[in-house]
């Protein structure tokens, strides 16, 4: 699977959009985009996934460039319960199940 | 939507002793289920992967007969960490997919057994 590559932490006021970015330049044709966050001493929760159009569903929003080397997860209007770890996951859709997860995002948001 | 439930989500016993962690898949079956562990401050590592009626297949580093697998049906697998130290005390993840409902579906995940050992 390709390797995926997020900034380490991320601010965010409550209230507005958390854009959190993720680059996976090395990414196959057949490779989709997962978003999963954690919040702290819980499993990790399904967010989005996508493989070239952009996605939206009720949680989040998922942007992925043309070239698909890049992705964006927009949750639209942060709340503090947003406060977690922001993991992007690409892997093929078809096969091979396993996750592999990286060092992710730490998402704060601010009162 | 897909289910899957952990119990039990907090455990503390002694050295030496065996626990057993179980994980269902609620409105879904599930062939293959994941066990993963998590450090303090680390990311998630996948551990071993639960076959439904087969051995499961563990990861490099993995030790399998320190951690026994048993996925006996399509809604049960369960982790038992036996003869626990307290290098094993950690938080203990399990994942499954509904793919009666298309081979790109995401993986969920319970919430997690913490495992202390004194």
């Known amino acids: 699977d390709a390797k995926t590559t997020q900034p380490p932490s991320m601010d965010c006021a409550e209230g507005r959009a958390a854009n959190l970015p993720c680059n996976h330049s090395?990414?196959?044709?057949?490779?989709?985009v997962y978003w999963y966050r954690q919040i702290h001493s819980q499993g990790p929760q399904y967010i989005i996934h996508g493989l070239k159009n952009n996605e939206t569903n009720e949680m989040a929003s998922l942007i992925i460039t043309e070239d698909r080397k890049s992705s964006t997860l927009i949750l639209p209007h942060a709340t503090l319960r947003d406060t977690a770890v922001y993991y992007c996951?690409?892997?093929?859709?078809?096969?091979?199940?396993?996750?592999?997860f990286g060092t992710g995002t730490r998402l704060t948001i601010i009162p | 939507g897909a289910v899957v439930s952990q119990h039990p989500s907090w455990v503390i016993c002694k050295s030496g002793t065996s626990v057993k962690i179980e994980c269902r898949s609620l409105d879904f079956q599930a062939t293959t289920m994941f066990w993963y562990r998590q450090f303090p401050k680390q990311s998630l590592m996948l551990m071993a992967t639960?076959?439904?009626?087969?051995?499961?297949?563990?990861e490099q580093g993995v030790e399998k007969d320190k951690f026994l697998i048993n996925h006996a049906s399509l809604t049960l697998s369960t982790l038992t960490v036996t003869s626990a130290h307290p290098e094993d005390s950690s938080f203990y993840i399990c994942s499954a997919r509904d793919i009666s409902r298309g081979q790109n579906q995401p993986q969920h995940f319970g919430d997690g057994t913490r495992l202390s050992i004194l």
């Open positions: 090395t990414i196959s044709g057949n490779e989709y």
């Open positions: 996951i690409v892997r093929v859709g078809i096969g091979n199940e396993k996750l592999t």
């Open positions: 639960s076959n439904e009626g087969s051995k499961a297949t563990y």
